[in-house]
Protein backbone atom coordinates (compact mmCIF):
# COMPACT_ATOMS: atom_id res chain seq x y z
CA UNK A 1 0.00 0.00 0.00
CA UNK A 2 1.41 3.42 -1.19
CA UNK A 3 2.02 5.81 1.69
CA UNK A 4 0.86 9.42 1.17
CA UNK A 5 1.78 10.95 4.10
CA UNK A 6 4.08 13.29 2.23
CA UNK A 7 1.82 14.98 0.11
CA UNK A 8 -1.77 14.35 2.34
CA UNK A 9 -1.23 17.26 5.89
CA UNK A 10 -3.67 18.85 7.81
CA UNK A 11 -5.77 20.50 5.87
CA UNK A 12 -5.17 19.60 2.09
CA UNK A 13 -3.34 17.44 -0.25
CA UNK A 14 0.31 19.01 -1.52
CA UNK A 15 3.55 17.89 -2.56
CA UNK A 16 6.09 17.74 -6.53
CA UNK A 17 4.45 17.03 -8.81
CA UNK A 18 4.83 14.31 -11.15
CA UNK A 19 7.79 13.38 -8.50
CA UNK A 20 4.90 12.90 -5.55
CA UNK A 21 1.89 12.88 -7.20
CA UNK A 22 0.54 12.92 -10.56
CA UNK A 23 -2.81 12.72 -12.25
CA UNK A 24 -3.81 9.05 -12.05
CA UNK A 25 -3.25 10.01 -7.99
CA UNK A 26 -5.70 12.95 -8.88
CA UNK A 27 -8.60 10.47 -10.67
CA UNK A 28 -8.16 8.53 -7.45
CA UNK A 29 -8.66 11.35 -4.97
CA UNK A 30 -11.54 12.65 -7.06
CA UNK A 31 -13.50 8.99 -6.70
CA UNK A 32 -12.41 9.14 -3.10
CA UNK A 33 -13.56 12.61 -2.70
CA UNK A 34 -17.27 11.74 -4.41
CA UNK A 35 -17.48 8.68 -1.90
CA UNK A 36 -16.72 10.26 0.87
CA UNK A 37 -18.76 13.16 0.84
CA UNK A 38 -21.50 10.56 -0.78
CA UNK A 39 -22.18 14.03 -2.99
CA UNK A 40 -24.39 13.25 -5.94
CA UNK A 41 -22.78 16.56 -7.63
CA UNK A 42 -19.64 18.59 -6.97
CA UNK A 43 -17.47 21.61 -8.05
CA UNK A 44 -14.15 21.40 -9.16
CA UNK A 45 -11.72 24.99 -9.79
CA UNK A 46 -7.90 25.43 -10.66
CA UNK A 47 -5.43 27.95 -10.51
CA UNK A 48 -2.93 29.16 -13.40
CA UNK A 49 -0.10 26.28 -12.46
CA UNK A 50 1.13 24.62 -15.54
CA UNK A 51 -0.06 20.95 -13.42
CA UNK A 52 -3.25 22.38 -12.73
CA UNK A 53 -5.63 21.80 -16.01
CA UNK A 54 -4.70 18.26 -16.22
CA UNK A 55 -5.08 17.41 -12.57
CA UNK A 56 -8.73 18.98 -12.33
CA UNK A 57 -9.24 17.51 -15.45
CA UNK A 58 -8.43 14.15 -13.92
CA UNK A 59 -10.25 14.56 -10.85
CA UNK A 60 -13.01 15.13 -12.20
CA UNK A 61 -13.06 12.28 -14.24
CA UNK A 62 -12.39 10.27 -10.57
CA UNK A 63 -15.80 11.86 -9.48
CA UNK A 64 -18.21 10.99 -12.25
CA UNK A 65 -17.03 7.80 -12.43
CA UNK A 66 -18.22 7.41 -9.15
CA UNK A 67 -21.62 9.01 -9.94
CA UNK A 68 -21.23 12.55 -9.68
CA UNK A 69 -22.14 15.42 -11.98
CA UNK A 70 -18.82 17.72 -11.68
CA UNK A 71 -19.14 21.45 -12.74
CA UNK A 72 -15.94 22.74 -13.87
CA UNK A 73 -15.46 25.97 -12.97
CA UNK A 74 -11.84 26.15 -14.29
CA UNK A 75 -9.55 29.02 -13.73
CA UNK A 76 -10.06 30.53 -10.67
CA UNK A 77 -9.21 31.73 -6.89
CA UNK A 78 -9.84 29.72 -3.80
CA UNK A 79 -12.05 31.97 -2.71
CA UNK A 80 -14.37 32.10 -6.04
CA UNK A 81 -14.43 27.93 -5.72
CA UNK A 82 -15.67 28.91 -1.74
CA UNK A 83 -18.03 30.97 -3.88
CA UNK A 84 -19.32 27.95 -5.92
CA UNK A 85 -19.56 26.03 -3.16
CA UNK A 86 -21.41 28.25 -1.34
CA UNK A 87 -23.60 29.39 -4.01
CA UNK A 88 -24.38 25.90 -5.06
CA UNK A 89 -24.76 23.90 -2.07
CA UNK A 90 -21.99 21.37 -3.38
CA UNK A 91 -18.86 20.27 -1.69
CA UNK A 92 -16.00 21.52 -4.01
CA UNK A 93 -12.45 21.10 -4.87
CA UNK A 94 -9.36 23.96 -5.72
CA UNK A 95 -6.35 22.49 -7.36
CA UNK A 96 -3.54 24.96 -5.80
CA UNK A 97 -0.63 24.65 -4.08
CA UNK A 98 -0.85 28.83 -3.01
CA UNK A 99 1.98 30.52 -2.39
CA UNK A 100 4.75 27.44 -2.97
CA UNK A 101 6.86 27.01 -6.09
CA UNK A 102 5.63 26.30 -9.65
CA UNK A 103 6.61 22.19 -9.27
CA UNK A 104 4.27 21.98 -6.38
CA UNK A 105 0.42 21.52 -6.80
CA UNK A 106 -2.10 20.34 -4.31
CA UNK A 107 -6.22 19.87 -3.64
CA UNK A 108 -8.22 22.24 -1.17
CA UNK A 109 -11.44 20.87 -0.69
CA UNK A 110 -14.61 21.61 1.20
CA UNK A 111 -17.80 20.40 1.88
CA UNK A 112 -21.07 21.90 0.65
CA UNK A 113 -21.73 25.20 1.77
CA UNK A 114 -17.69 25.73 2.07
CA UNK A 115 -17.57 23.85 5.44
CA UNK A 116 -13.83 22.74 5.66
CA UNK A 117 -12.34 19.35 5.01
CA UNK A 118 -9.37 18.51 7.24
CA UNK A 119 -7.91 15.07 8.56
CA UNK A 120 -11.11 14.81 11.30
CA UNK A 121 -13.87 16.14 8.69
CA UNK A 122 -13.13 13.63 6.02
CA UNK A 123 -9.52 13.84 4.29
CA UNK A 124 -8.14 10.78 6.55
CA UNK A 125 -11.66 8.82 4.95
CA UNK A 126 -9.88 10.17 1.39
CA UNK A 127 -6.72 9.07 2.04
CA UNK A 128 -7.05 6.01 3.31
CA UNK A 129 -9.53 4.81 0.31
CA UNK A 130 -7.07 6.31 -2.38
CA UNK A 131 -3.95 4.22 -0.73
CA UNK A 132 -6.35 0.91 -1.02
CA UNK A 133 -6.99 1.70 -4.23
CA UNK A 134 -4.13 3.04 -5.54
CA UNK A 135 -2.85 -0.82 -4.48
CA UNK A 136 -5.67 -2.92 -5.39
CA UNK A 137 -6.54 -1.15 -8.40
CA UNK A 138 -9.34 1.85 -9.07
CA UNK A 139 -13.19 0.73 -7.92
CA UNK A 140 -15.43 -0.64 -10.49
CA UNK A 141 -17.24 2.58 -12.20
CA UNK A 142 -20.60 2.84 -11.24
CA UNK A 143 -23.66 1.46 -13.41
CA UNK A 144 -24.67 5.43 -14.23
CA UNK A 145 -21.55 7.49 -14.06
CA UNK A 146 -21.72 11.34 -13.39
CA UNK A 147 -21.53 13.97 -15.91
CA UNK A 148 -18.68 16.42 -16.52
CA UNK A 149 -19.86 20.35 -17.41
CA UNK A 150 -18.64 23.66 -17.37
CA UNK A 151 -19.51 26.98 -15.95
CA UNK A 152 -18.61 30.70 -15.50
CA UNK A 153 -18.86 32.09 -12.12
CA UNK A 154 -16.32 35.11 -12.09
CA UNK A 155 -19.24 37.27 -12.75
CA UNK A 156 -21.41 36.20 -10.12
CA UNK A 157 -18.73 35.93 -7.46
CA UNK A 158 -17.92 39.40 -8.48
CA UNK A 159 -21.27 40.75 -8.25
CA UNK A 160 -21.59 38.70 -4.59
CA UNK A 161 -18.64 40.73 -2.94
CA UNK A 162 -19.77 43.76 -4.51
CA UNK A 163 -22.87 43.06 -2.69
CA UNK A 164 -21.56 43.20 0.79
CA UNK A 165 -19.52 46.42 0.28
CA UNK A 166 -21.31 49.32 -1.23
CA UNK A 167 -17.77 51.17 -3.08
CA UNK A 168 -20.18 53.31 -5.04
CA UNK A 169 -19.95 56.80 -3.19
CA UNK A 170 -16.31 56.77 -2.45
CA UNK A 171 -13.60 59.24 -3.52
CA UNK A 172 -11.65 58.49 -6.65
CA UNK A 173 -8.48 56.02 -5.06
CA UNK A 174 -5.62 55.28 -7.25
CA UNK A 175 -4.81 51.65 -6.04
CA UNK A 176 -1.61 49.34 -7.55
CA UNK A 177 -2.41 45.71 -7.27
CA UNK A 178 0.54 43.02 -7.39
CA UNK A 179 -1.13 39.71 -8.93
CA UNK A 180 2.11 38.37 -8.40
CA UNK A 181 0.96 36.35 -11.66
CA UNK A 182 -1.27 34.50 -9.59
CA UNK A 183 -4.88 34.36 -9.43
CA UNK A 184 -5.47 37.78 -8.82
CA UNK A 185 -4.94 38.31 -11.93
CA UNK A 186 -8.22 36.69 -13.44
CA UNK A 187 -10.29 37.66 -10.13
CA UNK A 188 -9.39 41.68 -9.62
CA UNK A 189 -9.90 43.05 -12.85
CA UNK A 190 -13.95 41.85 -13.06
CA UNK A 191 -14.24 42.25 -9.22
CA UNK A 192 -13.05 46.40 -9.33
CA UNK A 193 -14.92 47.09 -12.37
CA UNK A 194 -16.83 50.48 -13.09
CA UNK A 195 -15.58 51.35 -9.33
CA UNK A 196 -14.16 54.66 -8.68
CA UNK A 197 -10.37 52.74 -8.76
CA UNK A 198 -7.60 53.60 -11.04
CA UNK A 199 -6.15 50.44 -11.24
CA UNK A 200 -2.60 50.32 -11.69
CA UNK A 201 -1.89 46.13 -12.65
CA UNK A 202 1.14 44.87 -11.72
CA UNK A 203 2.06 40.74 -12.80
CA UNK A 204 -1.41 40.58 -14.05
CA UNK A 205 -0.81 37.75 -16.64
CA UNK A 206 -1.21 34.27 -15.35
CA UNK A 207 2.18 32.35 -14.83
CA UNK A 208 2.24 29.53 -12.55
CA UNK A 209 5.96 29.69 -13.23
CA UNK A 210 6.17 32.89 -11.02
CA UNK A 211 8.73 35.04 -13.22
CA UNK A 212 8.41 38.02 -11.23
CA UNK A 213 9.13 36.85 -7.72
CA UNK A 214 7.16 34.37 -4.98
CA UNK A 215 3.51 34.68 -5.02
CA UNK A 216 4.04 34.75 -1.24
CA UNK A 217 3.57 38.24 0.61
CA UNK A 218 4.03 37.06 3.69
CA UNK A 219 7.71 37.33 2.74
CA UNK A 220 8.83 41.18 3.11
CA UNK A 221 11.33 40.39 -0.78
CA UNK A 222 7.66 40.08 -2.57
CA UNK A 223 6.13 43.39 -1.81
CA UNK A 224 9.28 45.12 -2.86
CA UNK A 225 8.04 45.87 -6.49
CA UNK A 226 4.91 46.88 -4.98
CA UNK A 227 6.12 49.01 -2.13
CA UNK A 228 8.52 50.90 -5.12
CA UNK A 229 5.57 51.55 -7.36
CA UNK A 230 3.18 52.78 -4.79
CA UNK A 231 5.63 55.22 -3.96
CA UNK A 232 6.93 56.30 -7.44
CA UNK A 233 2.76 56.72 -8.78
CA UNK A 234 1.71 58.79 -5.92
CA UNK A 235 -0.82 55.71 -5.16
CA UNK A 236 -3.25 56.02 -2.28
CA UNK A 237 -3.02 52.13 -1.19
CA UNK A 238 -1.36 48.83 -2.66
CA UNK A 239 -2.83 45.37 -2.64
CA UNK A 240 -0.53 41.95 -2.49
CA UNK A 241 -2.27 39.03 -3.52
CA UNK A 242 -0.73 35.39 -2.94
CA UNK A 243 -0.90 32.43 -5.63
CA UNK A 244 -4.38 31.60 -4.98
CA UNK A 245 -5.34 35.09 -4.00
CA UNK A 246 -7.28 34.16 -1.29
CA UNK A 247 -4.88 36.50 1.17
CA UNK A 248 -4.70 39.97 0.57
CA UNK A 249 -1.63 42.20 1.90
CA UNK A 250 -1.93 45.78 2.20
CA UNK A 251 0.56 48.70 2.08
CA UNK A 252 -0.04 52.23 2.78
CA UNK A 253 0.40 55.66 0.34
CA UNK A 254 4.11 55.67 1.84
CA UNK A 255 4.63 51.99 0.40
CA UNK A 256 4.79 50.84 4.23
CA UNK A 257 2.93 47.33 4.83
CA UNK A 258 0.31 48.16 6.97
CA UNK A 259 -0.30 44.94 9.95
CA UNK A 260 -2.85 42.23 8.71
CA UNK A 261 -4.30 43.07 12.68
CA UNK A 262 -4.65 46.44 11.89
CA UNK A 263 -6.93 45.59 8.66
CA UNK A 264 -8.47 42.95 11.17
CA UNK A 265 -9.60 45.63 13.59
CA UNK A 266 -10.71 47.56 10.82
CA UNK A 267 -12.83 45.50 9.30
CA UNK A 268 -14.08 44.06 12.71
CA UNK A 269 -15.30 47.21 13.58
CA UNK A 270 -17.18 47.79 9.87
CA UNK A 271 -18.85 44.18 10.23
CA UNK A 272 -19.77 44.85 14.21
CA UNK A 273 -21.29 48.72 12.80
CA UNK A 274 -23.69 46.03 10.38
CA UNK A 275 -24.44 43.50 12.94
CA UNK A 276 -24.18 45.26 16.27
CA UNK A 277 -23.04 42.99 19.47
CA UNK A 278 -21.78 40.24 17.29
CA UNK A 279 -18.84 38.12 17.79
CA UNK A 280 -15.53 38.20 16.31
CA UNK A 281 -12.54 35.62 16.26
CA UNK A 282 -9.29 35.92 16.50
CA UNK A 283 -6.53 33.70 16.33
CA UNK A 284 -4.00 34.04 19.53
CA UNK A 285 -0.81 36.03 17.76
CA UNK A 286 -2.97 38.76 16.31
CA UNK A 287 -2.18 42.07 18.10
CA UNK A 288 -3.98 43.21 21.17
CA UNK A 289 -5.37 46.12 19.29
CA UNK A 290 -7.95 43.71 17.62
CA UNK A 291 -9.92 42.28 20.77
CA UNK A 292 -9.50 46.35 22.48
CA UNK A 293 -11.04 47.91 19.12
CA UNK A 294 -13.94 44.53 19.09
CA UNK A 295 -15.32 45.76 22.53
CA UNK A 296 -14.89 49.28 21.84
CA UNK A 297 -17.71 48.63 18.86
CA UNK A 298 -19.68 46.80 20.82
CA UNK A 299 -18.87 43.22 19.89
CA UNK A 300 -17.26 40.29 21.94
CA UNK A 301 -13.62 38.96 20.91
CA UNK A 302 -13.23 35.60 20.56
CA UNK A 303 -9.60 33.69 20.92
CA UNK A 304 -8.90 30.69 19.03
CA UNK A 305 -5.66 28.73 17.65
CA UNK A 306 -3.77 29.62 14.62
CA UNK A 307 -5.22 27.83 11.40
CA UNK A 308 -8.48 27.94 9.65
CA UNK A 309 -9.99 25.22 9.97
CA UNK A 310 -10.19 26.47 13.90
CA UNK A 311 -11.11 29.60 13.09
CA UNK A 312 -14.07 28.21 10.68
CA UNK A 313 -15.14 25.94 13.24
CA UNK A 314 -15.64 28.69 16.10
CA UNK A 315 -17.51 30.84 13.25
CA UNK A 316 -19.78 28.15 13.23
CA UNK A 317 -19.94 26.95 16.61
CA UNK A 318 -20.48 31.26 17.77
CA UNK A 319 -22.18 32.48 14.62
CA UNK A 320 -19.46 34.99 14.37
CA UNK A 321 -19.81 37.89 12.03
CA UNK A 322 -16.03 38.04 10.63
CA UNK A 323 -12.81 36.47 11.65
CA UNK A 324 -9.05 37.41 10.76
CA UNK A 325 -5.45 35.80 11.64
CA UNK A 326 -2.22 37.71 11.72
CA UNK A 327 -1.19 35.74 8.10
CA UNK A 328 -3.99 37.78 6.29
CA UNK A 329 -6.47 35.33 6.08
CA UNK A 330 -10.28 36.77 6.66
CA UNK A 331 -13.26 34.54 7.23
CA UNK A 332 -16.69 36.15 6.54
CA UNK A 333 -20.29 34.91 8.07
CA UNK A 334 -21.32 36.58 4.62
CA UNK A 335 -19.09 34.47 2.76
CA UNK A 336 -20.08 30.84 4.45
CA UNK A 337 -17.36 31.44 6.56
CA UNK A 338 -15.00 30.75 4.47
CA UNK A 339 -12.03 33.32 3.97
CA UNK A 340 -11.55 35.50 1.20
CA UNK A 341 -8.83 38.44 1.08
CA UNK A 342 -10.93 40.22 -1.71
CA UNK A 343 -13.89 41.06 0.23
CA UNK A 344 -11.04 42.65 2.62
CA UNK A 345 -9.67 44.19 0.31
CA UNK A 346 -13.01 46.04 -0.66
CA UNK A 347 -13.86 46.70 2.76
CA UNK A 348 -10.22 48.50 3.21
CA UNK A 349 -11.14 50.20 0.24
CA UNK A 350 -14.64 51.18 1.48
CA UNK A 351 -13.18 52.78 4.22
CA UNK A 352 -10.43 54.48 3.12
CA UNK A 353 -12.55 56.60 -0.04
CA UNK A 354 -15.00 56.98 2.58
CA UNK A 355 -13.34 59.73 4.49
CA UNK A 356 -10.19 62.00 3.64
CA UNK A 357 -7.28 61.15 5.01
CA UNK A 358 -4.36 58.88 3.89
CA UNK A 359 -4.71 55.56 4.82
CA UNK A 360 -1.56 55.92 6.93
CA UNK A 361 -3.58 58.11 8.93
CA UNK A 362 -6.66 55.92 8.72
CA UNK A 363 -4.81 52.31 10.31
CA UNK A 364 -2.91 54.21 12.62
CA UNK A 365 -5.80 53.98 15.42
CA UNK A 366 -5.86 50.38 14.93
CA UNK A 367 -2.01 50.07 14.98
CA UNK A 368 -1.42 50.45 18.57
CA UNK A 369 1.83 48.54 19.85
CA UNK A 370 5.31 47.42 18.84
CA UNK A 371 5.46 43.84 17.46
CA UNK A 372 8.34 41.46 16.29
CA UNK A 373 6.59 40.03 13.27
CA UNK A 374 7.39 36.22 13.07
CA UNK A 375 10.51 34.56 13.99
CA UNK A 376 11.68 31.59 13.56
CA UNK A 377 14.10 29.02 14.94
CA UNK A 378 15.48 25.97 13.44
CA UNK A 379 15.38 23.58 16.56
CA UNK A 380 15.98 19.99 16.77
CA UNK A 381 13.99 19.12 19.94
CA UNK A 382 10.93 21.48 19.65
CA UNK A 383 9.09 20.39 22.80
CA UNK A 384 12.37 20.50 24.82
CA UNK A 385 13.08 23.77 23.88
CA UNK A 386 9.94 25.13 24.13
CA UNK A 387 9.61 23.19 27.96
CA UNK A 388 13.28 25.26 28.09
CA UNK A 389 10.74 28.66 27.39
CA UNK A 390 7.92 27.69 29.92
CA UNK A 391 10.17 26.51 32.92
CA UNK A 392 11.97 30.15 32.22
CA UNK A 393 8.59 31.89 32.83
CA UNK A 394 6.51 29.93 34.75
CA UNK A 395 7.58 31.35 38.68
CA UNK A 396 7.63 34.68 37.98
CA UNK A 397 4.61 36.91 39.69
CA UNK A 398 2.47 38.87 37.08
CA UNK A 399 2.43 36.37 34.46
CA UNK A 400 0.02 34.17 33.06
CA UNK A 401 0.61 31.03 30.99
CA UNK A 402 -1.34 29.58 28.60
CA UNK A 403 -1.36 26.29 26.16
CA UNK A 404 -4.15 27.09 23.65
CA UNK A 405 -1.95 26.63 20.62
CA UNK A 406 1.89 26.67 21.63
CA UNK A 407 2.68 28.80 24.62
CA UNK A 408 1.42 32.11 25.41
CA UNK A 409 3.34 34.19 28.19
CA UNK A 410 1.22 37.24 29.02
CA UNK A 411 2.62 40.41 31.55
CA UNK A 412 0.82 44.13 31.80
CA UNK A 413 2.97 45.81 29.37
CA UNK A 414 3.87 42.24 26.62
CA UNK A 415 3.16 39.20 25.57
CA UNK A 416 5.06 36.85 23.52
CA UNK A 417 3.08 33.62 21.71
CA UNK A 418 5.99 30.43 20.81
CA UNK A 419 4.62 27.68 18.63
CA UNK A 420 5.83 25.22 16.83
CA UNK A 421 5.82 24.49 13.73
CA UNK A 422 3.68 21.42 12.07
CA UNK A 423 5.68 20.31 9.32
CA UNK A 424 9.27 22.20 9.87
CA UNK A 425 11.72 21.27 12.98
CA UNK A 426 10.75 25.04 13.98
CA UNK A 427 9.79 27.16 16.88
CA UNK A 428 7.74 30.35 15.53
CA UNK A 429 8.08 33.31 18.01
CA UNK A 430 5.87 36.62 17.93
CA UNK A 431 5.94 39.43 20.27
CA UNK A 432 4.13 42.56 21.10
CA UNK A 433 4.46 45.04 23.90
CA UNK A 434 3.51 49.04 24.23
CA UNK A 435 7.00 50.36 23.30
CA UNK A 436 9.57 48.93 20.84
CA UNK A 437 11.99 48.30 23.57
CA UNK A 438 10.29 46.22 25.54
CA UNK A 439 9.49 43.86 22.56
CA UNK A 440 12.77 44.15 21.17
CA UNK A 441 13.87 42.94 24.91
CA UNK A 442 11.09 40.52 25.10
CA UNK A 443 12.17 39.13 21.88
CA UNK A 444 15.83 38.44 22.83
CA UNK A 445 15.26 37.14 26.11
CA UNK A 446 12.88 34.24 25.19
CA UNK A 447 15.05 33.79 21.66
CA UNK A 448 18.26 33.53 23.67
CA UNK A 449 16.41 30.47 25.42
CA UNK A 450 15.51 28.83 22.07
CA UNK A 451 18.44 29.06 20.22
CA UNK A 452 20.88 28.11 23.42
Excluded at 41 to 52: E, K, L, T
Excluded at 136 to 156: F, S, Y
Excluded at 228 to 234: D, K, M, W, Y
Excluded at 387 to 414: C, F, I, M, N, Q
Amino acid sequence: MPDLSHIVKAYDVRGVVPDQWDEPLAELFGAAFATVTGASAIVVGHDMRPSSPGLSRAFARGAAARGADVTEIGLCSTDQLYFASGRFGLPGAMFTASHNPARYNGIKMCRAGAAPVGQDTGLADIRALVEEWADAGAPEPVEEPGTITQRDVLADYAAHLRSLVDLTAVRPLKVVVDAGNGMGGHTVPTVLDGLPVELDAMYFELDGTFPNHEANPLDPANIVDLQARVRETGADIGLAFDGDADRCFVVDERGEPVSPSAITALVAERELAKHPGSTVIHNCITSWSVPEVVKEAGGTPVRTRVGHSFIKEEMARTGAVFGGEHSAHYYFRDFWNADTGMLAALHVLAALGGQGGTLSELVARYDRYAASGEINSTVEDQAGRAAAVKSAYAGREGLTLDELDGLTVTAPDWWFNLRPSNTEPLLRLNVEARDAETAARVRDEVLAIVRA
